[in-house]
Nanobody
Framework: QVQLVESGGGLVQAGGVLRLACAASGRSVTIYTMGWFRQAPGKEREFVAGINWTGNTTYYADSVKGRFTISRDNAKNTNYLQIHSLKPEDTAVYYC?????????????????WGQGTQVTVSS
């Protein structure tokens, strides 16, 4: 079993910066793909960014390319999502997830473990 805990969310003005963190416990996630999703009220959960287990391959949704950066520190069993130039449309609950599959997956069904989420609210 893997437990994931997100942190770093909050209320920020448009154009601001946030750094989300996802700490894994219970089992090493070193060989797992890690991803971030978000879900805004009334919308489906959507893929934001993913990183493979070595950290040398990343993938982003088109809507966040150039503003979001995902990274990981396997020694700490933690991954990070740096968000720049925040927009009001980035407002959502952000979820960290872990996938044991090969490659970076973009569908929620491909991820086995999920955190509880952290709220990001961007004011205009």
């Amino acid at each position: 079993q893997v437990q994931l805990v997100e942190s770093g969310g909050g209320l920020v003005q448009a154009g601001g910066v946030l750094r989300l963190a996802c700490a894994a416990s219970g089992r090493s996630v070193t060989i797992y793909t890690m991803g971030w999703f978000r879900q805004a009220p009334g919308k489906e959960r959507e893929f934001v960014a993913g990183i493979n287990w070595t950290g040398n391959t990343t993938y982003y949704a088109d809507s966040v390319k150039g503003r979001f950066t995902i990274s990981r520190d396997n020694a700490k069993n933690t991954n990070y999502l740096q968000i720049h130039s925040l927009k009001p449309e980035d407002t959502a609950v952000y979820y960290c997830a872990v996938s044991g599959g090969l490659g970076i997956r973009t569908y929620p069904r491909d991820y086995e473990y999920w955190g509880q989420g952290t709220q990001v609210t961007v004011s205009s």
